[in-house]
């Protein structure tokens, strides 16, 4: 059976609806969908069948195995269902029982290669004007600065855009996630000549601004030292506003709309032609380019400033939050939360963990857009909420949803040695909060369509480091699922770990550049007798394919 639902018929007739509701297992829900009671609302089939899979993933029957491993001397990277190698030019579907490549590129020069990767996805709404945008797309940035839009299941060039020889662009990020793209480059540099000269370089760096779907340019702006100061250091874009960090710990705010309103020069479209200084050309064609046609001239108007060590600053809650380290190096690890309307600061709004690790507790909004906190340390994870103290002011309190505890048997470890004379001496030790011989929580993840909370715990079992997976209930904390990793975890290595759906992903770096990935699967129904048995008798096999190497199980 998939799962029990064995209530009396007495106990089921004082249930009310919605409670008699909850009780349906697996085969009740998928009775009903087949009935169509879930056909009426956009969104609902969607909705049950993840709740289905969530239900068949928290079984106790249900393991998770090990499918197959590759490793490789360039970076791994993945997104929805599909695994990268040779820097996005390899693409492995995770969700097969044995590796299939999906699509295998020409080999490249280095100049070629790419740098960074966005996966696009059909926008809700709208007529678009290519069959192919309504498949899933890829966008690249190569190494020479050229944008491409690649086919997702094929690897097909889809629409190409030159960028500019002004400057070199490395990565891509999302202003407006799946609406608005934005194209940074690495920190502008004199060459060495110049700088022997005495030329001075103002402009740090170079945003280029796209609307994705159908590919559009929206603009070109620079951040220059003496628009924004000589303290600036870095920037960023996110959610339409332009973020600006000064190395004093000033993290300043202004909007990108008022920006290209006020300071663009020229507007233009790709595959349009153009006269820019000059020169005639068509734009986002080598090599012409996309022209910098937002020229600041003026500090723009801000909208925000705060000091924040290290410029750590996030926005989120209901009503708005932020929350900052203050600026002193005495108060590392000590958080505040503010209301953003006043800069005041929440009650209970200092959140101190008190750690005493190698690495340092965090802390951010959940990303379940709830408007809790998420706050994660070596041994606490603590889901904090705002709740309105005073209506009148509209003071909130920070108060705790719910917390995670890793599992530690004694806090103090004693040290015995026997000296030459046999006499014994033991000595006390504090090991630290994050020690690899104590449970530690290493990465916390949310899976936005289960609705379950990731927890990747590490422990050390004889010699080698161990890791398992748990995964929780989003709304209450409750551990449903405990998944193992069979290969060894050393916390001197990089680690990153998915969890999508049924297949759980772990990829690692190790020394000398060599990266490895273990895919492991659902596998449904079997007990774990059964699995333990699978486990004795599991055979090893070396599958090549496009000249890649898997080892299948």
């Given at each position: 059976?998939?799962?029990?639902?064995?209530?009396?018929?007495?106990?089921?007739?004082?249930?009310?609806?919605?409670?008699?509701?909850?009780?349906?297992?697996?085969?009740?829900?998928?009775?009903?969908?087949?009935?169509?009671?879930?056909?009426?609302?956009?969104?609902?089939?969607?909705?049950?069948?993840?709740?289905?899979?969530?239900?068949?993933?928290?079984?106790?029957?249900?393991?998770?195995?090990?499918?197959?491993?590759?490793?490789?001397?360039?970076?791994?990277?993945?997104?929805?269902?599909?695994?990268?190698?040779?820097?996005?030019?390899?693409?492995?579907?995770?969700?097969?029982?044995?590796?299939?490549?999906?699509?295998?590129?020409?080999?490249?020069?280095?100049?070629?290669?790419?740098?960074?990767?966005?996966?696009?996805?059909?926008?809700?709404?709208?007529?678009?004007?290519?069959?192919?945008?309504?498949?899933?797309?890829?966008?690249?940035?190569?190494?020479?600065?050229?944008?491409?839009?690649?086919?997702?299941?094929?690897?097909?060039?889809?629409?190409?855009?030159?960028?500019?020889?002004?400057?070199?662009?490395?990565?891509?990020?999302?202003?407006?996630?799946?609406?608005?793209?934005?194209?940074?480059?690495?920190?502008?540099?004199?060459?060495?000549?110049?700088?022997?000269?005495?030329?001075?370089?103002?402009?740090?760096?170079?945003?280029?601004?796209?609307?994705?779907?159908?590919?559009?340019?929206?603009?070109?702006?620079?951040?220059?030292?003496?628009?924004?100061?000589?303290?600036?250091?870095?920037?960023?874009?996110?959610?339409?506003?332009?973020?600006?960090?000064?190395s004093v710990g000033l993290v300043r705010l202004y909007s990108f709309?008022?920006?290209?309103?006020?300071?663009?020069?020229?507007?233009?479209?790709?595959?349009?032609?153009?006269?820019?200084?000059?020169?005639?050309?068509?734009?986002?064609?080598?090599?012409?380019?996309?022209?910098?046609?937002?020229?600041?001239?003026?500090?723009?108007?801000?909208?925000?400033?705060?000091?924040?060590?290290?410029?750590?600053?996030?926005?989120?809650?209901?009503?708005?939050?932020?929350?900052?380290?203050?600026?002193?190096?005495?108060?590392?690890?000590?958080?505040?939360?503010?209301?953003?309307?006043?800069?005041?600061?929440?009650?209970?709004?200092?959140?101190?963990?008190?750690?005493?690790?190698?690495?340092?507790?965090w802390i951010s909004f959940h990303p379940d857009s709830s408007g809790?906190?998420?706050?994660?340390?070596?041994?606490?994870?603590?889901?904090?909420?705002?709740?309105?103290?005073?209506?009148?002011?509209?003071?909130?309190?920070?108060?705790?949803?719910?917390?995670?505890?890793?599992?530690?048997?004694?806090?103090?470890?004693?040290?015995?040695t026997v000296t030459s004379s046999g006499r014994v001496v033991k000595?006390?030790?504090?090991?630290?909060?994050?020690?690899?011989?104590?449970?530690?929580?290493?990465?916390?993840?949310?899976?936005?369509?289960?609705?379950?909370?990731?927890?990747?715990?590490?422990?050390?079992?004889?010699?080698?480091?161990?890791?398992?997976?748990?995964?929780?209930?989003?709304?209450?904390?409750?551990?449903?699922?405990?998944?193992?990793?069979?290969?060894?975890?050393?916390?001197?290595?990089?680690?990153?770990?998915?969890?999508?759906?049924?297949?759980?992903?772990?990829?690692?770096?190790?020394?000398?550049?060599?990266?490895?990935?273990?895919?492991?699967?659902?596998?449904?129904?079997?007990?774990?007798?059964?699995?333990?048995?699978?486990?004795?008798?599991?055979?090893?096999?070396?599958?090549?394919?496009?000249?890649?190497?898997?080892?299948?199980?």
């Amino acid at each position: 059976m998939l799962s029990n639902s064995s209530t009396s018929s007495s106990a089921t007739a004082k249930l009310s609806s919605a409670d008699a509701f909850k009780l349906h297992n697996i085969c009740h829900l998928l009775t009903r969908r087949f009935l169509g009671f879930y056909t009426k609302d956009a969104g609902v089939v969607y909705r049950k069948n993840m709740g289905i899979l969530r239900k068949l993933i928290c079984q106790e029957s249900t393991t998770f195995k090990n499918v197959w491993t590759t490793h490789s001397t360039s970076p791994i990277a993945y997104q929805s269902g599909k695994i990268y190698f040779d820097n996005y030019r390899c693409c492995v579907s995770s969700v097969t029982p044995e590796p299939r490549i999906i699509y295998q590129m020409p080999a490249c020069s280095k100049s070629e290669k790419i740098e960074d990767a966005l996966l696009l996805e059909c926008p809700v709404g709208g007529v678009l004007p290519r069959p192919s945008d309504y498949k899933p797309s890829l966008a690249v940035l190569t190494a020479h600065n050229w944008l491409f839009r690649l086919s997702a299941s094929t690897g097909e060039i889809l629409e190409r855009v030159y960028l500019t020889s002004q400057c070199k662009f490395r990565y891509l990020s999302w202003d407006t996630t799946q609406e608005i793209m934005v194209v940074k480059s690495v920190q502008c540099k004199v060459p060495a000549a110049a700088r022997q000269a005495g030329i001075q370089q103002s402009v740090l760096f170079f945003f280029a601004v796209f609307r994705v779907l159908p590919l559009s340019f929206i603009g070109m702006l620079e951040i220059d030292k003496k628009i924004f100061g000589n303290s600036v250091t870095d920037a960023s874009m996110s959610h339409q506003m332009l973020i600006v960090m000064h190395s004093v710990g000033l993290v300043r705010l202004y909007s990108f709309q008022s920006i290209s309103e006020k300071f663009m020069t020229q507007q233009v479209d790709l595959e349009h032609e153009c006269n820019w200084n000059g020169k005639a050309g068509i734009v986002g064609k080598y090599p012409f380019g996309v022209p910098c046609n937002i020229k600041i001239t003026d500090t723009p108007d801000l909208l925000f400033e705060v000091s924040s060590l290290e410029n750590t600053f996030q926005i989120g809650g209901y009503p708005w939050h932020y929350i900052i380290t203050p600026n002193k190096k005495s108060q590392r690890g000590i958080f505040h939360v503010c209301s953003l309307k006043d800069h005041t600061l929440a009650k209970n709004g200092i959140q101190d963990m008190k750690c005493c690790s190698l690495e340092p507790d965090w802390i951010s909004f959940h990303p379940d857009s709830s408007g809790r906190i998420l706050h994660v340390g070596p041994n606490w994870i603590k889901i904090l909420k705002l709740k309105e103290t005073d209506s009148v002011t509209e003071q909130q309190e920070v108060k705790e949803d719910f917390i995670l505890q890793a599992h530690r048997e004694n806090d103090v470890n004693n040290s015995v040695t026997v000296t030459s004379s046999g006499r014994v001496v033991k000595k006390r030790i504090n090991l630290l909060d994050d020690d690899p011989e104590r449970e530690t929580f290493k990465i916390v993840d949310y899976e936005d369509e289960l609705d379950l909370l990731s927890v990747v715990t590490v422990t050390h079992i004889g010699g080698d480091g161990a890791a398992h997976l748990d995964l929780h209930c989003n709304e209450k904390g409750t551990r449903l699922k405990h998944i193992v990793f069979g290969e060894p975890w050393d916390v001197t290595y990089s680690h990153e770990v998915y969890f999508d759906r049924n297949v759980v992903l772990h990829i690692e770096q190790k020394p000398n550049r060599i990266f490895s990935c273990y895919v492991y699967q659902m596998v449904c129904g079997s007990s774990r007798e059964g699995e333990d048995v699978r486990k004795h008798k599991r055979k090893r096999r070396f599958c090549k394919k496009m000249g890649r190497t898997f080892e299948c199980f």
